[in-house]
């Protein structure tokens, strides 16, 4: 029977000396934030002008986590996309994609038919590669967050990009709900 304890106790350190984490100095979590950062901007200025994504991204004046870009061209129904993507303190690299419809954010208060927006919102969430969400002042964005535990997800992380020009369609069947116009888009 001790030597079954001393076994099962042998294994359990042996599993648990695996998961240990080495925590960061303030200064090397830091190091690793502005490391990650460089990467972005490396990835954003490569693949940004690609066909397909058409995005020129530059680093946020007010953030300089951030990284913040304007989707123009080759859209139906928004006027516009803006893309703010930025690298937490956590280890994640954020994406918020706000629609602009008719010269500004499309708003949660500011909707026609709030209530079935938001229902709209969670079943686009089951639906769609991106969720979405709003935020505190009620605009409504698509969004999608990586952890960088594995590394920096360059392939990943362009995937999104292609990803958020097709949004343009969830915009059009979202009209009802905004304004009351008709949905296009299905």
Do not use: C
């Not at 925590?23 to 490391?35: G, H, V, Y």
């Not at 990284?67 to 123009?72: D, I, K, S």
């Amino acid at each position: 029977m001790k030597n079954l304890f001393v076994l099962v106790l042998l294994v359990v350190m042996s599993v648990g000396a695996g998961n240990v984490v080495q925590a960061q100095t303030p200064q090397e979590k830091e190091a690793s934030r502005i490391a990650t950062r460089e990467k972005l901007r490396t990835l954003l200025q490569n693949s940004g002008p690609k066909k397909g994504i058409g995005i020129n991204f530059r680093q946020s004046e007010k953030q300089p986590f951030n990284f913040v870009g304007l989707l123009q061209e080759g859209l139906a129904y928004a006027d516009s996309y803006e893309v703010v993507i930025g690298v937490s303190n956590d280890q994640t690299i954020g994406f918020r994609v706000y629609p602009h419809y008719r010269g500004s954010y499309i708003n949660i208060d500011k909707a026609k038919d709030s209530v079935a927006l938001m229902r709209q919102l969670l079943l686009l969430n089951d639906k769609n590669f991106l969720f979405w969400g709003r935020d505190d002042s009620g605009d409504i964005f698509a969004g999608y967050t990586f952890t960088l535990e594995s590394g920096f997800p360059d392939r990943a992380l362009e995937v999104v990009l292609y990803s958020i020009r097709p949004l343009d369609k969830y915009v059009g069947e979202m009209r009802p709900n905004v304004d009351g116009t008709t949905a296009t888009g299905n």
